[in-house]
């Protein structure tokens, strides 16, 4: 305060340790008392005496509600507070026996277990709100680009059988997936799980989405119960494999992706396993043949580090809002969300049903390599549905391929994007509908099999199936338009160089709705990551990014026009290895109710011809390409357009 501002750091702290604590018991008589003055709180008027804080000394505890004054400052303490003065600083706390004392009284007074429209949105809200804190702790304390930077991540609460009740909004794709991996581990390490340990899984049979998307599941414990999940997916920038940045475009088995696994605990009872972190992302990965590690583990396991930092901060904030409601009110709450959106999922379908006629609702759509995904949706009266996906193409060989938790991610998406009500997605959503999906199918593949463009292709087209079935929306442009580009690690003198990898979407024009214009140049469906700043990916990566626009009239035309796709030109400073893995290069987008197909993407290499004086040779890379690039090439991503609704 004023001039008493000079302490170093860590003083303060240690000060506070070594000092004699003196409550101001009885402020009238206190050298530092000024007077008593009336303050309205919530909750009424309140008497508060005014101290002069040049007449406290070290030590002085002084309990709110209370005003302290110096020179140039103005301290208020609350009610619940108190400040304790040291040789330099004033330090406010809040004082957890009055606190714990009065929010059990607020809790038996605010709400009970029973339904209640106001505390039904209060507890929405709140729980949205932990699930934002929690990536709020992710972004800050991460290191990589792509998730500090992108915010390819994402962070949810679960309830005590692992079904998700609240998240932030942050990647569809990861979050309608998650309770599958909440579920699995509850299965998995039943009656293995005590205070302390955390989880870490990737693997696709085990609710994983693709490999760079590792989940990290902390159990918050009470009385040696689980009582509620809370749980982080990020998506990390090279987890090895046989190409930087861990998306390649050429890979035909799963362990060609990266490091992969079922589960381990990367806690153990509090203590970090930094050992068998290491063997999942150095060791494993290259026993197989053509592949690395991580070509970064420091980013990597810093990341890692931030997931379990931003679960522990969920942990907090859930314990914090039992305190102040109660254990027994707070889940009951949880239960109520779920109910309240199924009974708007239910209320959806029925009113499609009634729109329809009863008849049953169907859609397809193709692949750019012609696999087919095939829907057909029956509804009952009461609004319980099947959503059949039998006729979906037979698994592939290469890496479109989508594990289920992909079709329940884009399910529950769709249906809560059709849903008009506010609620925050949540497995409610999912309680009427009935999924089938036929086994070693496109959308339900072999546990070896590749998965990485299933996760970023084959996710998006679902969507575009899902609500042109329902007739919602046009397609969008069903990519995610995967770039990778990166260096490997060596080993020189029995030394490690690290390498390094860099990912990034980008973004296409959004499918038109019954009244409504697609965005133009946005993440759709299943990605809402940012793109990466122009200043950072320069000042971090060998490149130079020339253009970065719209493209324009990609658009399909109608009564309501498809949005614009992008065009993102990028040089290449050094030699590195690039990948491809996109989508809607073959087939376009397809229009609705008479809406025409907005633009198909395209992939260019720009290769310099040597001793031409800067002239270039343009490439077609199709669909998904691995390449080498050499110092002044450059790599231009053209993406798709929206599809257009209604005729003109």
């Not at 998406?413 to 199918?441: D, T």
């Not at 099999?449 to 292709?457: C, D, Q, R, S, T």
Request: charged residues 20%.
């Amino acid at each position: 305060m004023g001039a008493q501002t000079e302490a170093k750091y860590g003083e303060v702290h240690d000060e506070l340790l070594h000092l004699c604590p003196a409550p101001v018991l009885c402020p009238a008589t206190h050298p530092a008392f000024v007077e008593n003055v009336s303050v309205y709180f919530r909750g009424g008027l309140r008497n508060a005496a005014i101290f002069k804080l040049d007449r406290l000394a070290p030590g002085d505890i002084v309990a709110g509600p209370a005003i302290i004054l110096d020179a140039h400052n103005t301290v208020l303490v609350e009610p619940e507070w108190r400040a304790t003065v040291t040789s330099s600083q004033l330090v406010l706390e809040r004082d957890s026996a009055v606190f714990s004392a009065s929010t059990e009284k607020r809790s038996c007074r605010r709400a009970t277990t029973d339904l209640d429209p106001i505390q039904l949105s209060v507890f929405s809200h709140r729980f949205m709100a932990i699930a934002e804190q929690m990536g709020r702790t992710l972004e800050k304390t991460s290191t990589s680009t792509n998730i500090k930077e992108r915010l390819d991540f994402s962070c949810a609460l679960f309830d005590p059988t692992g079904n998700l009740v609240a998240n932030a909004p942050h990647i569809p794709v990861h979050l309608g997936s998650m309770s599958h991996a909440v579920q699995f581990q509850l299965k998995q390490f039943a009656g293995d799980l005590v205070e302390g340990d955390v989880i870490l899984a990737n693997h696709p049979q085990a609710g994983g989405s693709h490999l760079p998307d590792i989940t990290i599941i902390t159990p918050v414990f009470k009385d040696g119960v689980a009582i509620f999940f809370v749980a982080s997916r990020g998506h990390h920038s090279d987890i090895g494999g046989i190409s930087p940045g861990s998306m390649p475009s050429t890979s035909k088995e799963l362990f060609q992706e990266g490091a992969s696994t079922m589960g381990l605990k990367i806690v153990k009872r509090g203590v970090f396993q930094e050992a068998d972190v290491r063997r999942f992302l150095l060791e494993e990965p290259a026993n197989h043949p053509e592949c690395t590690g991580t070509r970064n583990y420091r980013d990597v396991l810093s990341d890692l580090k931030a997931q379990i930092a931003a679960n522990h901060r969920g942990i907090t904030l859930l314990r914090a809002l039992c305190l102040e409601y109660g254990l027994d009110v707070v889940q009951a709450y949880m239960s109520h969300i779920q109910r309240t959106a199924e009974a708007a999922v239910r209320a959806l379908l029925v009113e499609t049903r009634r729109r329809h006629g009863g008849s049953r609702l169907c859609g397809s759509d193709s692949m750019d390599d012609g696999s087919k995904i095939s829907l057909t949706v029956t509804i009952d009266d009461d609004g319980s549905s099947v959503f059949d996906f039998s006729g979906t193409s037979p698994e592939v060989y290469g890496n479109i391929n989508a594990p289920p938790s992909v079709t329940y991610s884009a399910i529950i998406y769709c249906l809560r994007c059709m849903v008009q009500s506010e609620l925050p997605l949540n497995q409610g959503c999912l309680a009427p509908v009935q999924v089938v999906i036929p086994e070693y199918s496109l959308l339900s593949p072999s546990p070896t099999a590749a998965v990485v463009g299933g996760n970023v292709l084959t996710s998006q087209r679902l969507c575009d199936v899902i609500l042109s079935t329902f007739g919602a929306a046009a397609a969008s442009q069903g990519c995610m338009n995967n770039l990778t580009f990166g260096v490997p690690a060596t080993e020189a003198s029995g030394s490690r160089q690290e390498g390094w990898g860099y990912y990034e979407t980008i973004a296409g024009g959004h499918g038109a709705g019954p009244t409504w214009n697609g965005q133009s140049g946005v993440h759709t469906h299943m990605t809402n990551t940012r793109i990466t700043d122009p200043e950072i990916l320069e000042r971090r990566y060998p490149v130079i990014l020339h253009r970065f626009s719209l493209r324009e009239n990609t658009g399909g035309k109608g009564r309501h026009t498809g949005g614009d796709g992008c065009v993102r030109d990028i040089e290449f400073l050094q030699g590195m290895s690039v990948s491809l893995l996109t989508e809607r290069r073959v087939f376009s987008p397809p229009g609705l109710a008479g809406g025409e197909h907005g633009a198909r993407g395209a992939n260019l290499w720009k290769r310099r011809l040597p001793g031409t004086g800067g002239d270039f040779q343009v490439l077609n890379l199709g669909s998904k390409n691995t390449f080498f690039v050499s110092p002044g090439d450059h790599v231009v991503v053209m993406t798709p357009g929206g599809g257009g609704y209604g005729s003109v």
